[in-house]
C-alpha cells in the first residue's frame, strides 16, 4: 500500500530547488551582462545572503516566525550597504538585538513543542508525529511508536540523530520532511524497513547506507524521506 501522503504528490522539494537554481542562475547572467548594478550585487551575494535563504525556506513552510527573524538578521548585515548614512559604528551599538532574536527563536521552538505534547501528537518515546529542530546545537531521540505517520526535522548549525529500534510504520505509511543548511541528519532505520529517498541536494549530500537483507521480506509501509540539503548532509542507515 503506498502511502497517502504521496498521493498526488508533486514533489515540491523538488520544485522549489529547480526555480530556485532558475532564479539563481538568471542573477549570475543578469550580473554578467551588467543588469545588476554593482552595489545591488555586492548585496545579494555576499555570505549574510545565507540567512535570507533560511528566511525564504522557512517562510515557504510557513514558519513565519523564524522566517521574520533571519529576515531581521540578515537586514542587521545589510542595513549599512542599504542605506550608507548608517555608519556601522553606530550599528553596532546594537548588536545585542541578535541575542534577543535567537532568544526569541529558540522561544517559538519551545512553544511549538510544548504544543506538540497533546494527545495524538505527543513527545513521548510514543509518539506517532515528530518535530525535530537543531539550530547550533544537536539532538539524538529514540522513536518508539506504534503508528508513526512522519513530521519534520530542521537541521540549521546543527544535527540531529534519530534511532526508529522499536518503531512501527504507520498502515498508510509514513513521510519525513527534512531540512539541512550547513547541517546534518542521521536517520537509523530497521532492516526490514522499506524507505524511499526523494531528497534535493545543492552543494550537500544524502548517503543511503543501508545494508539489504537477502532472507528478509520489507514491510508493506514505506517511509518516504523528501526534503533539502544546502551545504548540508545526512544519511540514512539500518540494523
Known amino acids: 500500500m503506498e502511502p497517502k501522503h504521496e498521493a498526488g504528490s508533486a514533489k515540491p522539494n523538488h520544485s522549489f530547488a529547480g526555480a530556485g537554481l532558475i532564479i539563481i542562475g538568471a542573477l549570475l547572467l543578469a550580473g ?5 548594478p554593482q552595489p545591488v550585487w555586492d548585496i545579494i551575494f555576499r555570505w549574510p545572503t545565507i540567512f535570507l535563504i533560511i528566511a525564504i525556506i522557512n517562510l515557504v513552510k510557513e514558519k513565519f516566525i523564524p522566517a521574520l527573524i533571519f529576515t531581521a538578521i540578515w537586514g542587521f548585515f545589510v542595513l549599512p550597504d542599504i542605506f550608507p548614512t548608517l555608519h556601522t559604528d553606530e550599528l553596532k551599538s546594537y548588536w545585542p538585538v541578535l541575542l534577543i532574536l535567537a532568544g526569541l527563536l529558540f522561544l517559538n521552538t519551545h512553544r511549538k513543542r510544548k504544543q506538540d505534547s497533546y494527545p495524538g501528537k505527543t513527545r513521548t518515546h ?8 537543531a539550530i547550533f546545537s544537536g539532538n539524538v531521540r529514540r522513536i518508539e ?9 530542521t537541521s ?21 520532511e527534512l531540512t539541512n543548511i550547513f547541517g546534518g541528519t542521521k536517520i ?12 534535493t541536494s545543492i552543494l550537500g549530500g544524502f548517503a543511503d547506507k543501508r545494508i539489504y537483507p537477502d532472507n528478509e521480506s520489507p514491510s508493506k509501509q514505506t517511509l518516504i524521506i523528501k526534503g533539502m540539503s544546502i551545504f548540508g548532509g545526512g544519511e540514512i542507515t539500518n540494523f
Do not use: M, Q, T
Open 188 to 199: 537509523v532505520v530497521p532492516r526490514n524497513w522499506n524507505v524511499k529517498i526523494e531528497v
Open 32 to 36: 554578467n551582462l551588467g543588469f545588476i
Open 145 to 153: 511508536s506504534e503508528s508513526f505517520e512522519g513530521g519534520e526535522i
Open 126 to 133: 510514543e509518539e506517532n508525529l515528530i518535530d525535530e529542530v
Open 156 to 176: 540549521i548549525f546543527g544535527g540531529s540523530e534519530l534511532y526508529f529500534n522499536n518503531c512501527k510504520i504507520a498502515p498508510e505509511g509514513a513521510v519525513i
